[in-house]
């Protein structure tokens, strides 16, 4: 039997990847706009990365790593997300020293996650993502959320969902902790293991727990909101006066619970409210994370970020109908009539191609009709005709595809003709 693609990953092929181009470019233009800056960390980190940066009450880091040992004996896991590779380099790298702050920082790349294929989840997907150190301005946090909208929004989605918490400060945070703990401990025995595990470790998390969300006590469980002490308050409608003001409508969600064990204050998810768009709704997700440096092993420093993958956006894009403006064409396709002037193609396709235009001919000895076709194909913007007469006289036809017009050049003027008119 012939070798498959493993389960979970996908073939982007030609066709369609032209539509992932499309996206990454509206990203890195996104990006420059609001000055945050590309980077490139490994594709593997030492395990241990994770179990920390990540947590270790997460799903991530319990059920989905791709974790191996290398053979030096090095434990090593393909990355499952992006924050704690960056918070990494951030402090290996001293950015926090770099008098520009905050960093502002922002990847695309593939993720690795152990989990259930469907639609919308693979095992190894592409995410965009940008993350802010260094700032306690509430205003990064609306900046953070209009870049993720702002995203959607010039791809042409519409129907989007923006549902926005916060969790408060530690302070906030504990008090909200010792709640819950009172909340569900009498009945834990009714939740399953991972909740009961969590209870003593992170039982914010049971509200995240996809099993037991329909348990009564998950309604009645005590609310974050009231337990947000004064500062966290004030932070909350500071960020939520800045997203008003910049005309981003939101819903608050005071059950919105994230993934990751270090969030704090500001949390958000961005659904798609598109219909058809399936049983999975999240197009991406994000918070602030201010414990997470000094998780990593750096000085205490402030962080929110976000992550989307663009699996879910181009499935939101498809439930919405929206045609990306993705360019097939090429410029240009030499047909040659005779052995003389099939030699002296390679040499002129040579000369446009050096100047940046798109060009093409015939590799498979086909006859005119077929190059013709072929040209048709390829959407070629010129049909240039190459016969052994022509190039003698030293001159070459071109067809003007859109126009229909046709006219004989000097094969001299071929390239700034081309130039010219493309
Ligand atoms: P979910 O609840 O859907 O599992 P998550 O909380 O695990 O999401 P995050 O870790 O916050 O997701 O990742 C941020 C974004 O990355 C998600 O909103 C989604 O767009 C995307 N994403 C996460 N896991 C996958 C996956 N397996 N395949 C495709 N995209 C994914
Ligand atoms: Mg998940």
Redesign the pocket.
């Known amino acids: 039997m012939s070798i498959q693609i493993p389960r ?1 990953t996908q073939d982007i092929l030609p066709g369609t990847v032209e539509l992932w181009q499309h996206v990454e470019e509206k990203a890195r233009a996104i990006c420059k706009a609001y000055n945050y800056k590309e980077i490139r960390t490994p594709i593997f980190e030492h395990t241990e990365l994770f179990l920390r940066g990540v947590g270790d009450t997460t ?2 880091v319990q059920k ?1 790593m791709y974790t191996f040992n290398d053979r030096g004996e090095r434990n090593l896991t393909l990355r ?2 992006g924050t704690a590779s960056i918070v990494r380099s951030y402090v290996e790298n001293k950015m926090f020293g770099n008098p520009n702050q905050p960093t502002k920082l922002y990847y695309i790349g593939p ?1 690795f ?1 152990y ?1 259930r ?1 469907q639609a ?4 190894q ?1 592409v ?1 965009f ?1 940008v993350e802010a150190l260094g700032s306690n301005d509430p205003a990064i946090d609306a900046e953070v959320i209009a870049l993720a909208m702002g995203m959607y929004q010039s791809l042409g989605l519409q129907k989007l969902k923006l549902v926005i918490n916060s969790l408060g400060d530690n302070e906030s945070r504990k008090a909200h902790r010792d709640a819950l703990m009172d909340h569900f401990a009498p009945r834990i025995g009714e939740f399953c293991s991972d909740c009961q595990s969590r209870l003593e470790k992170n039982p914010l998390r049971i509200l995240d727990c ?1 099993k037991d969300r329909n348990h009564e006590l998950m309604a009645t469980a005590p609310s974050i909101v009231e337990y947000l002490n004064e500062e966290s308050k004030v932070y909350y409608e500071k960020v939520q006066s800045y997203l008003t003001s910049m005309g981003i409508p939101f819903e608050c969600d005071a059950n919105l619970v ?3 064990d270090y969030y704090n204050h500001t949390v958000f ?2 659904m798609s409210d598109a219909e058809g768009f399936g049983a ?1 709704t ?5 918070g602030r994370y201010n414990g997470l440096v000094q998780e990593v092993g750096g000085p205490e420093t402030p962080g929110i970020g ?4 663009i ?3 181009l499935l939101a894009l498809q439930a919405e109908k929206v045609e990306l403006p993705v360019e097939q064409s090429i410029d240009c396709f030499v047909v040659t009539l005779g052995e003389k002037a099939k030699d002296y193609s390679a040499k002129l396709l040579h000369d446009v191609r050096k100047v940046g235009l798109s060009a093409e001919k015939d590799y498979q000895d086909r006859k005119a009709k077929a190059q013709f076709k072929a040209a048709d194909r390829y959407s070629a913007k010129f049909v240039a005709v190459l016969g052994d007469d022509e190039l003698e006289r030293g001159s070459i036809n071109m067809k003007n595809m859109t126009t229909g017009e046709q006219e004989e050049i000097s094969i001299d003027s071929f390239v700034s003709y081309l130039q010219e008119r493309v």
């Not at 999240?282 to 994000?286: I, K, Q």
């Open positions: 979970g799903d991530i989905e499952p997300e993720m996650r989990e294929p919308g989840r693979y095992r997907f995410q993502g996809k994230r993934g990751l998810e961005i999975i999240t197009l991406s997700g994000g976000f992550a989307m993958s699996e879910r956006l």
